[in-house]
């Protein structure tokens, strides 16, 4: 049971790990400590589901829809576009926010809309959680998977209460406005990036 765990997490760690879209909105509201820790647990709970789906087959399912991974493709296209420019535009603004969280219902309602959308709205998330993880998973024996897919969540878990817990800790020094400047600057040319990777990739 240990060996299949233990290949869950290897495998989730290196795929959640590189820095992307979804660790870069973790990672700016855990410098603003902007309810970080409900963000996490957010991308915790979309992760779970879907290593499960793709762990127990659902990577077959998806890949059988191509509109639906069109539609997917452009609608995280069009959000990241948004998204990015309203970073840079901080960025050129010279914008500065407090680092204390803003409460409300309205604000959180607002965090929670997005972060779901920087991670459903992701393609890439798909490809890794469910078809790569799916993947893996099929070479295993069956009684094997469910230690799989229990390896795979532990990653994401320390991965993003670990992420979102040390930019807080961090916030004082990276909330500088020259540093949160340049993360704004970082995440909206990340989003544009990725906007146009998953452009060229669908028009090919």
């Not at 409460?103 to 959180?108: A, F, N, Q, T």
Request: aromatic share 8%; net charge positive; with cysteine.
């Amino acid at each position: 049971m240990l060996i299949p765990v233990v290949q869950g997490f290897m495998v989730g760690a290196s795929l959640i790990m590189p820095i992307g879209v979804q660790n870069a909105y973790v990672l700016s509201r855990g410098i603003r400590r902007q309810h970080h820790l409900l963000v996490a647990s957010l991308c915790l709970f979309c992760d779970l589901v879907l290593i499960l789906v793709g762990v127990f087959g659902g990577g077959r399912w998806l890949g059988s829809m191509p509109w639906l991974q069109a539609g997917l493709t452009w609608g995280g296209v069009a959000f990241l576009l948004v998204y990015g420019g309203r970073s840079l535009g901080a960025a050129w603004r010279g914008e500065v926010r407090s680092l204390q969280a803003e409460s409300g219902p309205e604000k959180r309602l607002a965090i929670i809309v997005t972060t779901l959308a920087v991670t459903l709205l992701n393609p890439h998330v798909y490809l890794d959680t469910v078809m790569i993880l799916g993947s893996v998973a099929a070479q295993l024996a069956h009684q094997e998977q469910s230690g799989f897919a229990l390896g795979a969540v532990l990653a994401s878990t320390v991965w993003f209460y670990g992420l979102a817990l040390l930019a807080a800790r961090l916030s004082p020094w990276l909330a500088r406005p020259a540093v949160q400047r340049g993360v704004d600057v970082l995440i909206g040319l990340l989003m544009w990036s990725v906007a146009g990777s998953l452009a060229w990739s669908a028009l090919r």
